[in-house]
Nanobody, 123 residues
Framework: QVQLVESGGGMVQPGGSLRLSCAASGFTFSSYDMGWVRQAPGKGPEWVST????????YYVDSVKGRFAISRDNAKNTLYLQMNSLKPEDTALYYC????????????????WGQGTQVTVSS
């Protein structure tokens, strides 16, 4: 079965850095776009970043552009999110998710999610 397991979260001071990892199993990782979604306390999920299946295309929400970098190692079935210059507003539970086409349509969705890893930015 599809499994996504995040790690690397923690508490960091403003301006600090963290690197999140997501170990994928149960599917052909190199065939799927992957992404990161976060959810802050009391708020709905917010898409953060997506990377194409081969890693050649990356996309970011405006609030993290220039600070975060998504990458993947298809040989290791692992997704990463390097987060630099962290701000208190980056505090959230960060989820790794698989992006797949909705059967019978031209639409895409994040169909499998990990359990999340907590990132807290505070002085």
């Amino acid at each position: 079965q599809v499994q996504l397991v995040e790690s690397g979260g923690g508490m960091v001071q403003p301006g600090g850095s963290l690197r999140l990892s997501c170990a994928a199993s149960g599917f052909t990782f190199s065939s799927y776009d992957m992404g990161w979604v976060r959810q802050a306390p009391g708020k709905g999920p917010e898409w953060v970043s997506t990377i194409s299946f081969a890693g050649g295309d990356t996309y970011y929400v405006d609030s993290v552009k220039g600070r975060f970098a998504i990458s993947r190692d298809n040989a290791k079935n692992t997704l990463y999110l390097q987060m630099n210059s962290l701000k208190p507003e980056d505090t959230a539970l960060y989820y790794c998710a698989r992006r797949a086409q909705v059967p019978g349509s031209g639409l895409y969705e994040y169909d499998y999610w990990g359990q999340g890893t907590q990132v807290t930015v505070s002085s």
